[in-house]
Each structure stands twice: as C-alpha cells, then as structure tokens.
C-alpha cells in the first residue's frame, strides 16, 4: 500500500488535508477532520494511511426542504417540478417528434 500513482500516502505524524475515513496497511478505519493528525497503529506504530472515504455533514433528517416545493401562488410554476415523473421538453426525441 506504499504508493499509487507516484504520490506517497500520509504517515503516521502527518496532518490531515482533507475530511474523510481513513484506512491504514492494516484495515483499520478512522474518520479524521482536517488539521487532525495521523496517529499511529497500535500494533504497527507509524503506517501509512490511505483516503477510504468522504465525510459530509447531513443536516437534515432525509426530508425534502420545504423551500423546494412549489407553492399555488408561484409566478414559474413551468420551471418547478410538481411530480417526479415529470420530463421537460428537450427538442425532437425521434422519428415520431
């Protein structure tokens, strides 16, 4: 796991850059924010740590933000989308067009 693509991954003692689950030559995962530092493995002491996956802040609780819905009065009612199955008209589609 010691380097992809010509650049070296971070070391144990080295500061994060960017936010995200990290995954050492061992498998263990860590989610680290930027300015953390890579700590050292238990059993290993100073490995290398590869970016496994993003970290993202989810403020809501999986609902639609009301600001999104379209509402009776709304002059653009053309420009919102009142039904998912809903497809704009994008030019000819086929012979039949």
Do not use: C
Request: hydrophobic share 25%.
């Amino acid at each position: 796991m010691s380097e992809k693509k010509g650049r070296m991954l971070p070391m144990s003692g080295e500061e994060v850059e960017v936010d995200g689950v990290y995954k050492n030559e061992w498998g263990r995962e860590l989610e680290l924010q930027r300015g953390n530092i890579f700590p050292p493995d238990p059993q290993l002491g100073t490995t290398e740590w590869e970016w496994a996956e993003m970290s993202f802040d989810n403020h809501h609780e999986g609902e639609t933000d009301p600001r999104l819905y379209p509402k009776k009065n709304d002059i653009d009612q053309q420009g919102k989308i009142t039904n998912p199955r809903r497809q704009m008209g994008r030019g000819k589609k086929g012979p039949g067009d």
